[in-house]
Nanobody, 126 residues
Framework: QVQLEEAGGGLVQAGDSLRLSCEASGRTFNMYNMAWFRQAPGKGREFVAG????????EYADSVEGRFTISRDNAANTAYLQMNSLEPEDTAVYYC???????????????????WGQGTQVTVSS
């Protein structure tokens, strides 16, 4: 079994920064892509960022491009999401996710991810 545990959410003001972490256990971390999704109140789950297992290629949603940075530390079995210049529109529950298959590129479709963390709340006040 694969378990993902997010941490680092909180209440911040617009313009502030947060760094989310996602620690994985249960399998070899370095073989699989990692991604972050978010779900705002009344909205569906949205792809935020992803990073590949090989080459550390990165993909971002247009809404966070230039503000967020996804990274991974394979030795620590941990993925990160550095969020800068936070906006009220970024308020959501943020989920870490990983697929059961070793895809060669980052996938944006939530249906292709099989393991999810419990989520961490990020609230950005104006």
């Amino acid at each position: 079994q694969v378990q993902l545990e997010e941490a680092g959410g909180g209440l911040v003001q617009a313009g502030d920064s947060l760094r989310l972490s996602c620690e994985a256990s249960g399998r070899t971390f370095n073989m699989y892509n990692m991604a972050w999704f978010r779900q705002a109140p009344g909205k569906g789950r949205e792809f935020v960022a992803g990073i590949s297992a090989v080459g550390f290629s990165r993909e971002y949603a247009d809404s966070v491009e230039g503000r967020f940075t996804i990274s991974r530390d394979n030795a620590a079995n941990t993925a990160y999401l550095q969020m800068n210049s936070l906006e009220p529109e970024d308020t959501a529950v943020y989920y870490c996710a990983t697929p059961s298959r070793a895809y060669g590129v980052v996938r944006r479709d939530e249906s292709l991810y099989d393991y999810w963390g419990q989520g961490t709340q990020v609230t950005v006040s104006s």
